[in-house]
């Protein structure tokens, strides 16, 4: 892939996914004062020294620019053109991640691997996906095209094509445009894990409660018999 044109569709990336860059001078906006679109520049370059197998270079660059945008991209993550990184900080991406064309990650979103295990151990995202604020995608699998992932959300098992997912761990809420459970989410829009648990804690202790009475009555007799 030619470093010059994926720049250009990286340039163009932040017009299309973020609507406080459409103004006059939005070019010099997005030039100057993205770090998310610095952080895919410097990346290109990294990745392009990485392949030449220049030893330390690439990654005393790489974290220059992390100390700069904070953003970390390992320099042997391969990434498609039109990428889209809003905000940027927090960001990481790991040395064996492959991400598709036309991918957006959002503050605070990490791809990266399990255990230390080498070889293949990030994630692959296809085309088109859009990872939400927060969310982790972790180990050596698979997230397919046009995939949403929920802000806040941890991925670790493989998601096929034109799905959204959310929760901890992940589970697909639609499929293909339909809707998978009752819930309708957008990235930015998940179920509270504080409520889901209270209502959880209280539901256990009124079944305690009755295993308590039973076990009472049990014991005494007389008090499960009317007078």
């Not at 163009?12 to 993205?34: H, S």
């Not at 990745?47 to 945008?69: C, W």
């Not at 699998?141 to 992940?170: E, M, Q, Y």
């Amino acid at each position: 892939m030619n470093p010059f044109y994926s720049i250009y569709r990286d340039f163009k990336a932040c017009f299309e996914r973020d609507p406080a860059a459409r103004t006059p001078l939005g070019f010099l906006e997005v030039i100057f004062l993205y770090p998310g679109f610095h952080a895919a520049i410097a990346h290109r370059i990294n990745h392009f020294l990485y392949r030449l197998r220049i030893p330390f270079v690439p990654r005393l660059l790489s974290q220059l620019v992390r100390f700069f945008t904070g953003v970390e991209i390992h320099p042997g993550a391969t990434i498609g053109p039109g990428l889209f990184i809003d905000h940027g900080m927090g960001v990481v991406i790991g040395e064996t991640s492959i991400v598709g064309a036309n991918v957006t990650l959002y503050q605070g979103v990490t791809l990266g691997g399990t255990g230390t295990q080498r070889g293949k151990r990030h994630p692959t995202l296809g085309d088109n996906v859009v990872v939400g604020a927060g969310a982790k995608v972790l180990g050596n699998i698979r997230l397919g095209n046009n995939v949403k992932v929920g802000a806040g959300s941890v991925v670790v098992h493989p998601v096929p094509d034109h799905c959204t997912v959310v929760g901890v761990p992940a589970e697909i809420v639609r499929k293909e445009g339909r809707r998978i459970s009752p819930i309708d989410l957008d990235h930015g829009d998940l179920p509270d894990p504080v409520k889901a648990l209270k209502n959880r804690i209280r539901f256990l202790q009124k079944e305690i409660e009755s295993l308590e009475d039973h076990i009472k009555n049990q014991q005494d007799p007389k008090k499960s018999t009317p007078s």
